[in-house]
């Protein structure tokens, strides 16, 4: 049994739990394929306007999951003591039934461990018995899973980045630059037959600084098949399609050129990084690289970049020490207790927190945060993110903080962090 699992909200902190679980009863659970425009907008058309921008995302992952016989949407309610994850994300499966492919079958458990081991056990075992597993399968699978999530939240805390840690765990993060390497291949022979001279040997990256980041068959079938890659040359990113022996390119621009990975060739990117930059916020908005147009990536190539999953759980409740009253979500918890760890001491140069429209946890956590930031004379800014936010309007804010926190820091500490 093939069951898919969307590479959206959830996917991003508790996949590794989830795909452990799966191994360990013999089934195979796929995630979707990276954010693209066309999983965007059938996001956008499917989940409601009121929603927010992650859910929306989520959507749009669901109608992209293809070749699977089931769907899994857990109802993640606590994964700590104490805490609940957000309301949103609680009203799943049943809020996103609109995007749910029709026939298409849903699994769903939930998942609270306020309720303590034991009861968090017996839902597992009887979303267990749905699939025709036993009890102690169902045990063997817990821990299982429990310990692929721990190496993942190691791995985060040592500092290794999010494709690093998930490696191990997603089939499709490993293989992506070894099937992008052999598509690019593909590709150069399918051009043999189509109108462009064939591909010299030697002619990769490290002649012309030529990248494929992204590589898919298109087409429903017969000489309507063919393949489509993103090509990246120095700053250009190019969608190349083969379909039929017909090559055609397309340069690509804005939120879409963003999924790129930085290559590390441009002048920019060579520079070396002389501030340190905390970048807090939801880790489906920090990692989301399609949606928040690769704001890390771009942060990265000119700033050390701290990220709230390195940061300890001793050192979060030490940042949350001064809050009169703790909060009930575990994101909006971890968020608000790194970036006033951040805030504290001389770790990081400034702060910016990664917001989008719509979050309710967000509209309280960035002002808490803000007035942690202020007390404590740390820049601080707050960028939100929906699906019409645009490249330039992003690349500006960014570069002006960047630009007023080295002066703040290398030459005129009087100068006001917050305006
Ligand atoms: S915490 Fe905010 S961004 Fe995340 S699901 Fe809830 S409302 Fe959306």
């Not at 093939?2 to 796929?30: I, T």
């Not at 994964?79 to 996103?96: D, F």
């Not at 980045?161 to 499709?172: I, R, W």
């Not at 630059?177 to 052999?182: G, I, V, Y």
């Amino acid at each position: 049994m093939k069951v898919g699992f969307p590479r959206a909200v959830y996917y991003y902190d508790y996949f590794p739990f989830w795909a452990g679980f799966f191994e360990s009863l013999n089934l195979e659970l796929v995630a979707s394929p990276l954010t693209n425009r066309r999983i965007m907008e059938s996001g956008l058309k499917k989940a409601s306007d009121e929603t927010c921008l992650p859910i929306k995302i989520l959507a749009g992952h669901i109608q992209a999951l293809k070749d699977v016989d089931a769907l899994f949407l857990p109802r993640m309610v606590s994964t700590e003591e104490q805490t609940y994850l957000c309301p949103k994300l609680l009203g799943l499966p049943e809020s996103i039934f609109p995007a749910v492919p029709q026939g298409m079958p849903v699994l769903t458990v939930n998942f609270n461990r306020r309720l303590g081991k034991r009861r968090l056990l017996a839902e597992l075992e009887h979303f267990g018995a749905s699939l025709g597993k036993s009890r102690v399968e169902v045990h063997r699978a817990f821990e299982l899973g429990g310990e692929w999530q721990e190496r993942f939240e190691k791995s985060r805390l040592k500092g290794l980045s999010f494709a690093e840690s998930m490696e191990e765990f997603d089939p499709v993060v490993r293989p992506k630059r070894r099937k992008a390497e052999e598509g690019s291949q593909n590709l150069a022979s399918a051009t043999v037959r189509g109108k462009e001279p064939p591909a010299r040997e030697g002619q990769g990256a490290e002649v012309t600084g030529r990248e494929v980041t992204e590589q898919e068959v298109v087409g429903r079938g017969g000489s309507d098949r063919g393949v489509a890659e993103r090509e990246v040359v120095g700053r250009e990113v190019t969608e190349r399609k083969v379909v039929g022996g017909e090559v055609t390119n397309r340069k690509v621009a804005g939120r879409e050129a963003a999924g790129r990975e930085p290559t590390g060739n441009t002048p920019e990117e060579r520079k070396e990084p002389s501030l340190t930059i905390a970048l807090v916020g939801h880790s489906y908005l920090t990692q989301e690289t399609y949606a928040n147009l690769n704001l890390l990536g771009r942060l990265q190539s000119q700033a050390t970049v701290r990220l709230v999953e390195e940061v300890e759980a001793g050192r979060i409740a030490e940042g949350l020490r001064s809050q009169r009253k703790a909060l009930f979500w575990s994101h909006a918890r971890k968020i608000l207790g790194a970036g006033s760890f951040f805030s504290r001491g001389d770790e990081v140069d400034g702060i910016i927190y990664l917001s989008c429209f719509g979050c309710g946890t967000d509209s309280i956590t960035q002002d808490l945060l803000a007035r942690v930031a202020r007390r404590e004379h740390k820049p601080y800014m707050v960028l939100t993110l929906d699906e019409h936010s645009g490249e330039a309007g992003l690349v500006t804010r960014l570069e002006a903080f960047l630009d007023m926190t080295e002066r703040r820091v290398r030459r005129e500490s009087d100068v006001s962090a917050h305006g």
